[in-house]
């Protein structure tokens, strides 16, 4: 078990890396950061996420730079700078994945956080964003092989479709049913495929029924 991750406390139980429900156990205060509801927070702040991320595997935890709204490009977005003498590479938790201990997030999303205390001796800041994870993803299909796809995720943006953090390999495509089904989303090789990807227990997925004659 990871001794540096965020465990919350919360009317009806505990949550931890193992899903163990500790609501009477005496709290271990040298193994946990606990965050409880009291009191606002030191300050609030905007974070950009790294590619890197503190556990292996990943879990809720990414690490992140301080940024600040800079101007609005042409399509009326807001672009970020670095914060003047800004945090760099601190520890942030995504808490709306701290149940599933996932790691969705794409680099370089840019979070709301808030700084608070801990109840550590001395006292430590932790930095805790609430981003919700979608349920479903857009994707390009890069190959096929072995039974499963590598897929591309992207975003829509105004010029089209980019890019939207590493591909992703091993996703199957649970709905082809027949063997001669098989891979059908892998050509042919001439034009794009787009296609949504959702997150299950066992990783990303497809289910996208191949057409049939009955």
Same mark, same amino acid.
């Given at each position: 078990?990871?001794?540096?991750?965020? +465990?919350? @406390?919360?009317?009806?139980?505990?949550?931890?890396?193992? $899903?163990?429900?500790?609501?009477?156990?005496?709290? *271990?205060?040298?193994?946990?950061?606990?965050?409880?509801? /009291?009191?606002?927070?030191?300050?609030?702040?905007?974070?950009?996420? +790294?590619?890197?991320?503190? #556990? $292996?595997?990943?879990?809720?935890?990414?690490?992140?730079?301080?940024?600040?709204? +800079?101007?609005?490009?042409? !399509? /009326?977005?807001?672009?970020?700078?670095?914060? *003047? !003498?800004?945090?760099?590479?601190?520890? &942030?938790?995504?808490?709306?994945?701290?149940?599933?201990?996932?790691?969705?997030?794409?680099?370089?999303?840019?979070?709301?956080?808030?700084?608070?205390?801990?109840?550590?001796?001395?006292?430590?800041? &932790? @930095?805790?964003?609430?981003? *919700? &994870?979608?349920?479903?993803?857009? =994707?390009?299909?890069?190959? @096929?092989? !072995?039974?499963?796809?590598?897929?591309?995720? %992207?975003?829509?943006?105004?010029?089209?479709?980019?890019?939207? !953090?590493?591909?992703?390999? #091993?996703?199957?495509?649970?709905?082809?049913?027949?063997?001669?089904? =098989?891979?059908?989303?892998?050509?042919?090789?001439?034009?794009?495929?787009? &296609?949504?990807?959702?997150?299950?227990? =066992?990783?990303?997925?497809?289910?996208?029924?191949?057409?049939?004659? %009955?």
């Amino acid at each position: 078990m990871n001794t540096d991750r965020l +465990k919350v @406390y919360g009317p009806a139980g505990a949550l931890d890396r193992g $899903d163990a429900r500790l609501v009477e156990a005496a709290r *271990p205060s040298d193994r946990f950061t606990e965050i409880t509801p /009291g009191g606002p927070p030191y300050r609030l702040l905007w974070l950009r996420l +790294k590619s890197g991320a503190p #556990g $292996d595997p990943p879990d809720e935890r990414y690490y992140a730079d301080e940024v600040r709204p +800079k101007s609005l490009d042409a !399509g /009326g977005h807001i672009e970020w700078e670095a914060a *003047p !003498g800004g945090l760099t590479q601190v520890t &942030v938790h995504n808490v709306a994945e701290t149940l599933a201990a996932t790691h969705l997030l794409p680099e370089n999303t840019i979070v709301h956080a808030e700084e608070r205390l801990d109840r550590s001796e001395p006292p430590n800041m &932790v @930095y805790l964003a609430d981003m *919700p &994870v979608p349920p479903e993803r857009l =994707a390009r299909i890069v190959s @096929y092989s !072995g039974g499963a796809y590598t897929v591309q995720p %992207v975003r829509r943006e105004l010029g089209g479709f980019v890019d939207d !953090g590493p591909a992703l390999s #091993g996703v199957e495509n649970i709905a082809e049913l027949w063997e001669d089904e =098989a891979g059908y989303l892998a050509g042919p090789p001439d034009f794009d495929r787009y &296609v949504g990807i959702i997150w299950t227990p =066992a990783g990303w997925t497809i289910v996208l029924h191949p057409p049939r004659m %009955v």
